[in-house]
């Protein structure tokens, strides 16, 4: 079956650390994966784009990587701050329609 | 910074009464989406709207969903009889391109009793 998973436990970090999300997929080929930030109550806002053929796309503190072989995205966010509180989602392109992970709460603790 | 804007941001209503989301999508996209979230759950695909017709639709989106764009500007999402297990998120998103980023409104929080 078709299946996009994130960590579905909260994820705690220390400021200033590095916190790193997971998404994985399975039986999907998307052409390229998305990743939005959400906060409580309001709409996802879009992060950054990786297409299928791109190993690693960084934009400020964020990076994320796209393996098709493991077919894992990891997205990191360097120097971690509590502004950085909210929850990420990851999302699948395939046939111009999103597929969307449940998303994984990240806590940053100062 | 253009954005998408949806009103009602929270709208009440009994089961069985007809309800309009309107939302207002950035003026020069041409991809529209009505999604929804119920409290706590991920974020589901409803509808995409291309060049004035349904390109595509989910199964939740059935016949007592409809979605129009009556002028330039506006993009509405119809649910004609409204069930206790329509109360979610409502959200409008709207892209410049078929695989571009998703601008996505505040969201209408609708309630039904």
């Known amino acids: 079956s078709q299946k996009i998973e994130q960590n579905s436990e909260a994820l705690n970090i220390q400021e200033g650390k590095t916190a790193t999300l997971t998404c994985n997929y399975t039986?999907?080929?998307?052409?390229?994966l998305q990743w939005y930030r959400q906060d409580p109550g309001r709409g996802p806002v879009f992060l950054l784009l990786?297409?299928?053929n791109e190993k690693e796309k960084r934009k400020e503190r964020l990076k994320v990587t796209f393996d098709t072989t493991l077919k894992q995205s990891l997205f990191h966010i360097t120097a971690s701050q509590p502004a950085d509180s909210a929850t990420y989602l990851c999302?699948?392109?395939?046939?111009?329609?999103?597929?969307w992970g449940a998303g994984t709460k990240l806590i940053i603790k100062p | 910074e253009p954005e998408v804007t949806q009103t009602p941001s929270h709208q009440v209503t009994q089961m069985g009464q007809e309800v309009i989301l309107r939302c207002v999508p950035i003026?020069?996209?041409?991809?529209f989406y009505w999604y929804r979230q119920i409290l706590g759950q991920k974020v589901e695909f409803l509808v995409s709207?291309?060049?004035?017709?349904?390109?595509?639709k989910s199964e939740i989106f059935d016949d007592q969903f409809s979605v129009e764009r009556p002028d330039g500007s506006n993009f509405t999402l119809k649910i004609r009889s409204t069930k206790l297990e329509d109360s979610a998120m409502y959200f409008c998103?709207?892209?410049?391109?078929?695989?571009?980023?998703?601008?996505f409104g505040e969201g209408s929080r609708l309630t039904v009793l």
């Open positions: 999302a699948l392109g395939v046939n111009y329609q999103l597929i």
């Open positions: 709207f291309y060049n004035n017709e349904i390109s595509e």
């Open positions: 039986n999907y080929s998307p052409a390229y």
């Open positions: 990786i297409r299928e």
């Open positions: 003026s020069n996209h041409l991809y």
């Open positions: 998103a709207s892209s410049g391109g078929a695989s571009g980023e998703l601008f």
